[in-house]
């Protein structure tokens, strides 16, 4: 008999949980560019091969060379990223056999790990087939084929990372941007059927100072922080499948998720990171985070520099704008403060002054 045989549900969470951390370590690596050097980050063109950026003015072969020697000094972690990435796609395809056996991870079966007096054996130490092999298996017995660029891109990664595991070297630049399509690509052909934003909050909530966090700062405001400051960074091909949206759609504010987040206190505010998109033909928006589906209504905002005319119709949002965040009530507090703070810096002056004068 043999025992402990993994299940897919567990062979699945293990290559979600490396596939997400791979993800937080290369979308550091973007946003730490952008947040430290507050320069743009430039983009790799395969058809072109070199580094570009959509503007003309000629500060950008200077933003372009800063880049490439950013980049040169994080090829370490690249490579280990990479080698993060081989593990969750091998366990990924795994994980997918399983759902059809277990059994059909095993080598060979005619040859036991070692001699057992109760006749029981760990499947974990039998051999298991070669990940060479992984694609092969998966096509002949699940349900849907990989497609051939998944199969080419995991064949390449698979032999880059035994280059990197085997030698320790890897002479080939590896770039960020790269990366995250690659675990777009690694995400849909791996996961079918799950939401990436519903993952990321979860795996989140796993990591081992998630019961450590400050009271103000949970899984919510982490992913937060990483759209406002990644987002920028992205294509327009990778922002269009992280939101599903075009970039040039206009963005609205879920106020049920940067509550949660509790956005508010400092950077970024809930106008920093909107994730709603007004549903097609509706008085309705829906959000790429929580997947809620929230009401509005037509109203002007209380501030007349957002010209916007859709308010937020949720109990418990009612009346705010879906673009600035701002209600009637609360901008008419505002001026008052702003009224009361003129008045008192005014009577500050007036007071120097009288003081001038008596001297």
């Not at 090829?75 to 366990?91: A, K, N, P, R, V």
Request: with cysteine; proline share 4%.
């Amino acid at each position: 008999m043999i025992e402990n045989v993994p299940t897919a549900d567990e062979l699945r969470t293990v290559s979600l949980r490396l596939y997400f951390k791979a993800w937080s370590e290369v979308t550091a690596i973007v946003t730490e560019w952008e947040r430290f050097s507050g320069l743009a980050t430039p983009d790799w063109s395969p058809e072109r091969g070199h580094f570009y950026l959509d503007r003309a003015d000629s500060s950008g072969d200077e933003v372009i060379s800063e880049w490439r020697d950013y980049i040169e000094a994080a090829q370490s972690d690249l490579q280990g990223i990479y080698t993060l990435i081989q593990q969750s796609q091998e366990i990924g395809l795994k994980a997918q056999i399983c759902d059809v056996s277990p059994y059909l991870l095993l080598k060979r079966t005619d040859i036991k790990p070692a001699d057992s007096a109760t006749n029981t054996w760990d499947f974990t130490d039998f051999p298991t087939i070669d990940a060479s092999e992984l694609v092969r298996v998966h096509n002949t017995f699940c349900s849907t084929l990989l497609s051939k660029e998944f199969q080419a891109m995991f064949d390449e990664i698979r032999r880059n990372r035994n280059k990197m595991y085997h030698l320790g070297i890897y002479r080939r630049a590896l770039d960020p941007q790269v990366i995250i399509d690659i675990l777009q690509m690694h995400y849909t052909e791996l996961y079918p059927g799950r939401r990436w934003m519903e993952d990321r909050l979860h795996f989140a909530t796993l990591h081992r100072w998630a019961n450590y966090a400050d009271s103000d700062y949970n899984e919510r405001s982490d992913l937060f922080h990483e759209l406002w400051q990644l987002l920028p960074g992205l294509s327009d091909g990778q922002y269009r499948w992280l939101m599903g949206h075009e970039r040039e759609e206009r963005r609205l504010i879920c106020f049920s998720c940067s509550s949660d987040a509790r956005l508010g206190g400092h950077e970024p505010y809930e106008t920093d990171a909107p994730t709603s998109f007004r549903m097609v033909d509706t008085l309705e928006v829906r959000c790429v985070i929580c997947d809620g589906v929230y009401p509005m209504k037509v109203g002007a905002c209380p501030n007349d520099e957002c010209e916007s005319e859709l308010l937020s119709a949720d109990e418990e949002s009612g009346g705010k704008c879906m673009q600035c965040g701002w209600s009637h009530e609360e901008w008419g507090d505002q001026i008052v403060e702003q009224k009361a703070d003129r008045s008192t810096s005014l009577d500050l002056i007036g007071l120097a002054g009288d003081k001038d004068d008596e001297a």
